[in-house]
């Protein structure tokens, strides 16, 4: 028995959503962002379209069951009672999206959630309050040397960062208008320049996971870049934020 085609693109777009959604639910134990989930089912939609639509013979295979629908007097009945349940379903889920409630909000998003005491990184724990970027001292040491992971920062930067953050560090990347809350703006006083280099690690390394459990749940979609970068790495990132924004990490001693 030959399955039509759009029934195939059907099934094809359901187990890849599905599949999205065991592959970081079910065993990786990671919750998918749902703007980053609808970026990625957009791409697929897209994907499936171009490949049924690669020939006109599939082309008419893929939209000859929607032609016969709108154009057979025969399936009038069909027809009809598609017409009705298509906005209805339309209408329940947008009015799901943007019904009212005068209940207070379950979740506000704080912008600086307080970072732990410790944080466990590349295999060991680490005293977040204690903890000093060790190539900070190369700016007045050594700064030829400082300079060169300064370079390095914004390289691993631009191959890993600016999607979100935007290569001007403005939070407006290609990515940007597909998450929800959009990525920080590191141009703002209110942002890097208002935290120790140890929160910029902690956040780096750890990601949204990462973030406190106290308030969860939490709205991020930053990975966990421990698993993609280097200890040295994030904290050439970290060098490559400061100078290229101009401002100063804080310090407990410099408040």
């Known amino acids: 028995m030959k399955i039509p085609k759009l029934l195939q693109a059907v099934l094809v777009l359901a187990i890849v959503y599905y599949g999205f959604i065991l592959v970081f639910d079910v065993i990786l134990d990671h919750v998918i962002p749902s703007s980053l989930l609808t970026m990625y089912m957009f791409f697929v939609?897209?994907?499936?379209?171009?490949?049924?639509?690669?020939?006109?013979?599939?082309?008419?295979?893929?939209v000859g069951p929607i032609k016969a629908l709108v154009e057979d007097?025969?399936?009038?009945?069909?027809?009809?009672?598609?017409?009705?349940?298509?906005?209805?379903?339309?209408?329940?889920?947008?009015?799901?999206?943007?019904?009212?409630s005068f209940e207070a909000p379950v979740e506000l998003r704080t912008i600086h959630p307080a970072p732990p005491s410790s944080m466990k990184a590349y295999g060991k724990r680490y005293d977040v309050i204690k903890l000093e970027n060790p190539l900070r001292k190369l700016e007045k040491e050594d700064p030829k040397k400082f300079k060169?992971?300064?370079?390095?920062?914004?390289?691993?930067?631009?191959?890993?960062?600016?999607?979100?953050?935007?290569?001007?560090?403005?939070?407006?990347?290609?990515?940007?208008?597909?998450?929800n809350p959009t990525p920080a703006n590191f141009q703002d006083i209110g942002t890097i320049a208002q935290l120790q280099e140890s929160y910029l690690f902690w956040r780096i390394a750890t990601g949204g996971p990462g973030l406190p459990k106290e308030a969860a749940?939490?709205?991020?979609?930053?990975?966990?870049?421990?698993?993609?970068?280097?200890?040295?790495?994030?904290w050439q990132v970290?060098?490559?934020?400061?100078?290229?924004t101009g401002y100063q990490p804080r310090s407990f001693g410099h408040e």
């Not at 499936?48 to 006109?56: G, H």
Request: aromatic content about 14%; some cysteine; glycine content about 8%.
């Open 238 to 244: 970290i060098l490559f934020l400061y100078d290229y």
């Open 148 to 179: 060169e992971h300064v370079a390095a920062g914004a390289k691993v930067y631009i191959q890993n960062c600016h999607f979100c953050h935007g290569d001007k560090l403005d939070g407006r990347g290609p990515y940007a208008a597909g998450l």
């Open 73 to 100: 007097p025969s399936k009038k009945t069909i027809r009809n009672v598609v017409f009705v349940i298509l906005p209805l379903l339309a209408g329940w889920y947008t009015y799901g999206k943007t019904s009212l």
């Open 45 to 62: 939609v897209a994907g499936v379209f171009m490949v049924f639509t690669a020939t006109e013979e599939s082309t008419r295979e893929l």
């Open 217 to 234: 749940p939490w709205i991020s979609s930053m990975p966990i870049w421990q698993n993609f970068l280097s200890e040295e790495e994030i």
